[in-house]
């Protein structure tokens, strides 16, 4: 209880620091849409099932991360994205759910808020399928250990506001067990406070 009531105080100071102009600790919480590239054929065949003929289909996901800022151009981050790709046609259904948690270092170069991120990323993915060839499956990939790249342009950095908005991409591979992996592109907007 001691040490939960510890990690509260600490977390109470960052964000009481974080609103000063020293801005050691920042979270950024963004809305995002993408590509994913998947390998597994089993995923690829439900997917082209589903899309023979009409279909509709929605690429939309969040991104959530803590900043900590090591020194002037160097942050710390730990955060966690996920991104659902939902593809359906009347009935039939091939609905993915990839998630990963995440943490590494952001570098701005000394261009306005342009930074530079590599991540170490852990992750999974979900499939909820349900097509001609294949009755109602819900499985999970193995948890894989990728990497995350990304570019940003941070409209706080160097502001004195607290709260501004951020533009980004990512791409982040994971591999999935059994020699597959997926390839996750992604764009998104937050709020960077």
Do not use: Q
């Not at 710390?76 to 270092?105: P, Q």
Request: proline share 3%; aromatic share 16%.
């Amino acid at each position: 209880m001691k040490k939960l009531l510890g990690f509260c105080a600490f977390l109470a100071l960052a964000f009481e620091l974080s609103a000063k102009s020293s801005k050691i600790v920042g979270f950024d919480i963004g809305l995002s849409s993408g590509l994913p590239v998947y390998s597994d054929s089993a995923v690829s065949d439900s997917n082209e099932l589903v899309n023979d003929g009409d279909f509709n289909r929605v690429i939309a996901g969040g991104l959530f991360d803590f900043s900590f800022r090591l020194c002037e151009p160097l942050k710390l981050l730990l955060g966690a994205d996920l991104l659902c790709d939902f593809i359906w046609s009347g009935s039939d259904y091939s609905n993915h759910l990839d998630y990963a948690f995440w943490s590494g270092i952001k570098a701005y170069p000394g261009i306005g808020g342009l930074n530079c991120s590599v991540a170490y990323a852990l992750g999974r993915r979900s499939d909820f399928r349900d097509n001609d060839a294949d009755d109602s499956i819900i499985s999970s990939s193995s948890w894989g250990n990728g990497f995350r790249l990304g570019v940003e342009y941070d409209f706080l950095y160097g502001s004195s506001r607290t709260c501004m908005p951020a533009l980004g991409f990512y791409y982040r591979f994971m591999p999935r067990g059994n020699d597959t992996y997926d390839n996750i592109f992604s764009v998104y907007i937050s709020i960077v406070r």
